[in-house]
């Protein structure tokens, strides 16, 4: 069946580096989302996005994070500078409508150090 | 801010028996949505409700949204069913997901 893949599956970055996490989400999908899980917490929300704009962020959405999605190709979540607090699992995911079950990526386990 | 509450944490069952997870919510939520995570860490998806219930194979949940509260019953656990599963609840249409703790599955033969 259909399938987000998120690249890489695993990022290792020095604290204050740029890390951009990639994710190619379902052709026909129309609306994109991050989450990020820290080891042994809650999976949070991060951003969702449609139609080439941010709908909603959450408090964990710092200002050092950015999304895009330019000419329909990854779906990407930029962290510059990086910093400690940023190690944790991200998670992609995607749907056709804003009403219906997102399909979920394997995540990205970003170590920052 | 709205919270999504699952119990058990944790919970063991014998192969061939059967018990049930619950989340509970502090608002009224649109849909909620059932996965369980793989030894790999994948999200895989088991249900998505808007109301009523849903059944599959083994597997049943139900979604209150005016008392507030979503179930999973699984029934005839085998130990390929052992892992962590999920309950994440959506309050409008733009999808974001309000997650809970997750409960912890063990199936023993």
């Known amino acids: 069946g259909p399938k987000v893949l998120q690249i890489p599956s695993h990022q290792i970055i020095d604290m204050g580096q740029m890390v951009t996490l990639n994710c190619d989400p379902v052709?026909?999908?129309?609306?994109f989302y991050w989450y990020k899980q820290i080891l042994g917490q809650q999976m949070e929300f991060l951003v969702n996005?449609?139609?080439?704009?941010?709908?909603?962020k959450s408090k964990l959405f710092k200002d050092q994070f950015s999304v895009e999605r330019p000419d329909g190709s990854y779906f990407t979540l930029k962290i510059q500078p990086t910093a400690l607090e940023d190690s944790a699992v991200y998670f992609c995911?995607?749907?056709?409508?804003?009403?219906?079950?997102?399909?979920f990526g394997e995540g990205t386990r970003l170590s920052v150090l | 801010g709205d919270q999504v509450e699952q119990s058990p944490s944790a919970l063991s069952l014998h192969e061939g028996t059967g018990s049930a997870l619950r989340c509970n919510f502090t608002?009224?939520?649109?849909?909620v949505q059932w996965f369980r995570k793989n030894s790999r860490g994948s999200l895989i998806n088991l249900f998505y409700l808007a109301s009523g219930t849903k059944e599959n194979g083994r597997l049943k949940s139900a979604f209150d949204s005016k008392e507030r509260y979503s179930t999973l019953h699984i029934r005839d656990a085998q130990l390929e069913d052992s892992g962590t599963y999920f309950c994440a609840a959506s309050n409008y249409n733009q999808g974001k997901l309000i997650f809970g703790q997750g409960t912890k599955l063990s199936i023993k033969p």
């Open positions: 995911a995607s749907s056709y409508r804003g009403n219906q079950a997102p399909l």
């Open positions: 052709s026909n999908h129309l609306y």
């Open positions: 996005f449609y139609n080439g704009k941010v709908m909603e």
């Open positions: 608002t009224t939520m649109r849909a």
